[in-house]
């Protein structure tokens, strides 16, 4: 078995830039399971379903739940596990960075949950990947020292990391919408490929709030 573990902020891009058929296509060609955890549900349907201005967006991906696309991660754990695990991610992510004002709160419960099921998974023998477009998880899990830096830049203060908290975010995999689409439109799941299709797809996704900088765009398009 392998699996998909999407947060919050990359079923948004997708369903922002409307690709939902496209996630179905990509969900036909993976043999394993689109994760989402009951605090993702919560950002992506629960919520959006009682605000006028997400309402679509939130019955778009409940009824990728209620096709089988997107499955809950209680399919394969209980929901008091991931429960119980992402309380601990949040602990430690939010306790890892501190500056002259105290510690700084990276990550939400919709990203400790990504990471709590994917070190659960991991356990379990389970190849996983977390589906987020969020920076700041991102860096956390592959580029912490990096991280510090941005803060850095962005606080204009030091910043302090505790480096033993970071273990729980090493060997994270990682992957963004962007990179979801460009498999797509690889495996011709996105129409007819052109350059121009791709541009479009990729930009989409970029100003929908997929972070990526122009050094990687510019790389996607040249191996397009």
């Known amino acids: ?18 690709l939902y058929d496209e996630l179905r296509k990509l969900k036909l060609n993976f043999k394993g399971k689109f994760l989402i955890t009951p605090y993702v549900r919560e950002e992506v349907i629960n919520k ?4 006028k201005r997400f309402q679509l967006e939130g019955i778009r991906i409940q009824q990728l739940v209620e ?9 394969i754990v209980s929901d008091d596990e991931v429960s ?5 991610i949040m602990n430690l992510a939010n306790s890892s960075y501190s ?12 990203e400790a949950s990504c990471v709590a099921l994917s070190n659960i998974l991991t356990k379990k023998k389970i190849q996983n990947i977390v589906a987020v477009d969020e920076r700041t998880l991102r860096s956390l899990c592959e580029n912490p020292s990096g991280l510090k830096k941005h803060l850095e830049r962005k606080m204009h203060t030091k910043i302090s990391i505790k480096k033993e908290n970071l273990n729980r975010f ?3 995999k990682i ?4 990179e979801l689409i460009y498999i797509a439109y690889k495996k011709g799941l996105t129409g007819k ?14 100003f929908k709030g997929c972070s990526i900088s122009n050094e990687e765009l510019n790389e996607i398009k040249r191996i397009g």
């Open 175 to 178: 992957i963004r919408s962007i």
């Open 99 to 110: 500056g002259k004002d105290g510690k700084i709160k990276l990550i939400d419960l919709g």
């Open 170 to 172: 090493k060997g994270i």
């Open 193 to 206: 490929r052109n350059k121009r299709l791709l541009e479009s797809l990729i930009y989409a996704l970029r």
């Open 48 to 51: 959006p379903l009682t605000i």
């Open 67 to 75: 096709e089988g696309v997107l499955e809950m991660s209680s399919s």
């Open 1 to 18: 078995m392998k699996a998909i573990i999407f947060d919050a902020s990359t079923l948004i891009s997708l369903a922002m830039a409307c």
């Open 84 to 88: 119980k695990a992402t309380q601990e």
